[in-house]
T-cell receptor
Framework: GEDVEQSLFLSVREGDSSVINCTYT??????LYWYKQEPGAGLQLLTY???NMDMKQDQRLTVLLNKKDKHLSLRIADTQTGDSAIYFC??????????WGAGTKLIIKP | KAGVTQTPRYLIKTRGQQVTLSCSPI?????VSWYQQTPGQGLQFLFE???????NKGNFPGRFSGRQFSNSRSEMNVSTLELGDSALYLC??????????????FGPGTRLLVL
């Protein structure tokens, strides 16, 4: 079946850029999403990209999509302590079901 | 505009009991989806309701059921609780059917602990 994979942890220094990576297997995915989950909270939609785009920028967030390699990344510029959270990648498959990654925990070092 | 709200936020039950969770979508949203999040299984889709009808269902046993009211509020029920049902249950709302590409907005979740 379809699968979405992410690294479980990423540690970066405050002020540096964070790059969270995600790979997926469904070549006919339609949309790809990044969600943020802070401790004790639900999921917050950060951004999404259509599968026919290769880049989307929104303030400190840059999403890059390499459709050939089925690779999605989220870059957070100037990472702050408030960015500490778990970041989930999700893809909408050809049946319009969301397939989720396990989440990447972003740890900010002072 | 108020976000998605879920009640209760925390719940402790014992095996064999049943539980009902509630979700109020963003005003104007007609679709409500339910997800179960556990450390071992990650996020798993339970079902989606639109206009009071279940439109899509994940691979969960019949102990998990739901319904949607005319004001789009939704409830999820789990009967005969098992220890493995301990999880964070997330509700998400969208304007239209999430399963045709509408973006979903999530509530804070209900954390259920089954003892």
């Amino acid at each position: 079946g379809e699968d979405v994979e992410q690294s479980l942890f990423l540690s970066v220094r405050e002020g540096d850029s964070s790059v969270i990576n995600c790979t997926y297997t469904d070549s006919s995915s339609t949309y790809l999403y990044w969600y943020k989950q802070e401790p004790g909270a639900g999921l917050q939609l950060l951004t999404y990209i259509f599968s026919n785009m290769d880049m989307k920028q929104d303030q400190r967030l840059t999403v890059l999509l390499n459709k050939k390699d089925k690779h999605l990344s989220l870059r957070i510029a100037d990472t702050q302590t408030g960015d500490s959270a778990i970041y989930f990648c999700a893809e909408m498959d050809s049946n319009y079901q969301l397939i989720w990654g396990a989440g990447t925990k972003l740890i900010i070092k002072p | 505009k108020a976000g998605v709200t879920q009640t209760p936020r925390y719940l402790i039950k014992t095996r064999g009991q049943q539980v009902t969770l509630s979700c109020s979508p963003i005003s104007g949203h007609r679709s409500v989806s339910w997800y179960q999040q556990t450390p071992g299984q990650g996020l798993q889709f339970l079902f989606e309701y639109f206009s009071e009808t279940q439109r899509n269902k994940g691979n969960f046993p019949g102990r998990f059921s739901g319904r949607q009211f005319s004001n789009s509020r939704s409830e999820m029920n789990v009967s005969t609780l098992e220890l493995g049902d301990s999880a964070l249950y997330l509700c998400a709302s969208s304007l239209g059917l999430a399963t045709v590409g509408e973006t979903q907005y999530f509530g804070p979740g209900t954390r259920l602990l089954v003892l």
